[in-house]
């Protein structure tokens, strides 16, 4: 080890950028007091960062991360004056390491999406935010109300997905009255790839709370994909799972799958204020965008 002052990191965050070229990348930055040498290996798709002069001044253990393409982050220090830096991407990435004078010194590992953007290349989804005009949806003990507060989740979905590339479609973007047949017919219409209800669940008992989501029983991918979202929203939101349930909106023919998500439930007194949160519409959104992810993932090319 060199005789220079030992290095101490103090934080590690990540957020999604675009790049100078306009690529979308995750950013993850490692602060430290000063400079240090470090190495950097891959294994799988984890990029593996070895620091020497260092000493952690943060606990060890693991960051979620879970932006569509960092899953975590973990720091162990295996030795006095060496720490390991692991990024789990859950796809195939390039990455470059960049580091930045100033205090905090900025270590930055940037990732990026190319996979993904390639994946999602002329992906098209149907997103529907549940009720409208007339038809209120359920109601929360303070007055929130279900055909609201889904206009506001659908457009966080709608800005993250188009974000990366793929076209959405929305079958309401006012308070209006829409015909149950027309919400998924547009589906058909537009030959979506996949047709998302928004929704929330509600109940009698106002304890009752959790996300669930419906499926189209016609088509397999339907379950396939709910599983996903429902999975992903979850860890998320970290509110309880209601399960898997066959819809009986979507109790209609056709290859597109279809899913009905319930968010969270607006009869629940702590979940309804949830719902008054724009952060909290923007994990629900980030939820669903996993899960389609992995969706789209699993299915692969076709
Ligand atoms: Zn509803």
């Known amino acids: 080890m060199s005789s220079r ?7 590690i965050w990540s957020k999604v950028i675009k790049d100078g ?17 470090y190495r950097v290996s891959r294994r799988g798709n984890d990029v593996i960062l070895k620091a020497a002069g260092v000493a ?26 060496e720490a390991v830096f692991e990024i789990h991407p859950e796809h195939p990435c390039e990455y470059r390491v960049e580091a930045a ?6 270590t930055a590992i940037i990732l990026n999406w190319a996979f993904l953007i390639k994946m999602f290349k002329g992906k098209k989804l149907v997103i529907d935010p549940g009720h409208g005009g007339d038809d209120w949806g359920g109601k929360g003990p303070v007055s929130l109300i279900e055909k609201n507060v889904v206009l506001l989740i659908a457009r966080a979905v709608e800005d993250l997905f188009g974000q990366v590339g793929i076209q959405t479609v929305a079958t309401r973007a006012a308070d209006e009255n829409i015909s149950a047949d027309s919400r998924f017919e547009l589906a058909k219409n537009e030959k979506a790839d996949l047709f998302i209800g928004i929704h929330t669940y509600s109940d009698n ?18 379950l396939l994909v709910a599983g996903m979202i429902k999975e992903e929203l979850i860890q998320k939101l970290k509110v309880a799972d209601r399960g898997l349930k066959e819809s009986r909106e979507l109790a209609v023919p056709g290859e ?13 007194w702590v979940e309804e204020g949830l719902l008054r949160s724009p952060t909290i519409h923007k994990k629900a959104a980030e939820g669903i965008f996993n899960g389609v992810r992995k969706y789209f993932a699993n299915i692969g090319g076709h």
């Open 205 to 222: 008992n106002s304890k009752v709370g959790g996300a669930a989501v419906r499926y189209k029983p016609s088509c397999k991918d339907s």
């Open 101 to 106: 004078e100033g205090i905090p010194f900025r």
């Open 21 to 37: 070229s306009g690529n979308i990348c995750t950013k993850v930055v490692v602060e430290a007091t000063s400079a240090f040498e």
């Open 56 to 81: 952690a001044n943060m606990p060890e253990g693991t960051i979620e991360v879970n932006d569509g393409l960092v899953r975590k982050v973990s720091l162990i220090q295996t030795s006095a004056g």
């Open 256 to 268: 597109i799958p279809g899913v009905e998500v319930e968010v969270v439930t607006i009869t629940n």
């Open 5 to 11: 002052k030992q290095s101490r990191i103090t934080n």
